[in-house]
């Protein structure tokens, strides 16, 4: 004999109940905003997996808030041309208003813009700038680049000890190239001033907490000190950057 069970259609409805009340769940919680850190984080991951066109309005849209991360990243996919037409103003704006907000990897990729000239954006004064602002915080790339522009006397006249210093506070950051340009610079110095541009090299990368004494007599490119002494007694390249 057959018993049937009584409860079935009771448990078969509850179920469609719970179900439907799941994804009407679902759904509310997709359409409900997003906290800004929470976009950001999915931009972020969105343009890493190489979906820059779905990064792109989380980025905008965050970007329009004052958002220097955002900034940062929509200035890089204009640079690049990743998920948005390719555009050196574009990219410069959008690094810019990071930059200045103190992003610090903002201001290094101003940097190589303006010295590499990319998308027809060229300006030498404004790459030693913004290399010097990402120094401020030991940025490696920025302070090799420095080095080189010292070097090579670009924005300004060659300075070959700033330059080994410049290069060996990068490597000091661990840019290994810049062990093999301070190596190289090194040859054109005598060993006091490879000394005293070690000296330097430290302070700069906030090292050594005594002041640089020699930093206000140190080669310039402007006729006044290439790197001040800030208040805490470690080197800047302040002087320069507000230049």
Do not use: C
């Amino acid at each position: 004999m057959i018993i049937k069970d009584q409860n079935r259609p009771y448990i078969a409805a509850g179920l469609i109940i719970l179900i439907s009340l799941g994804f009407a769940g679902y759904r509310a919680f997709k359409g409900s905003p997003l906290s800004p850190a929470r976009e950001e984080a999915i931009a972020i991951h969105e343009f890493q997996n190489g979906q820059g066109r779905e990064a792109a309005p989380l980025f905008k849209q965050l970007a329009t808030k004052d958002d220097s991360t955002a900034e940062y990243y929509l200035g890089e996919m204009y640079r690049l041309g990743d998920g948005v037409p390719r555009s050196g103003p574009e990219a410069v704006k959008w690094l810019t208003r990071a930059a200045e907000a103190g992003n610090t990897e903002a201001a290094r990729q101003l940097g190589l813009l303006y010295l590499n000239g990319d998308d027809a954006v060229q300006d030498l004064s404004k790459a030693r700038h913004w290399f010097n602002q990402a120094a401020l915080h030991q940025d490696a790339i920025a302070l090799r680049h420095l080095g080189t522009m010292n070097a090579q006397g670009l924005a300004g006249p060659a300075d070959p000890i700033l330059a080994y210093a410049d290069y060996a506070a990068a490597a000091y950051e661990g840019d290994s190239v810049a062990v093999d340009l301070r190596d190289r610079q090194a040859l054109s110095l005598t060993a006091e001033e490879q000394a005293h541009a070690e000296s330097l090299a430290r302070t700069l990368t906030k090292r050594d907490a005594a002041p640089a004494k020699a930093a206000a007599t140190s080669s310039t490119h402007t006729g006044t000190p290439a790197h001040t002494t800030a208040p805490s007694g470690t080197a800047s390249h302040t002087a320069q950057a507000q230049r």
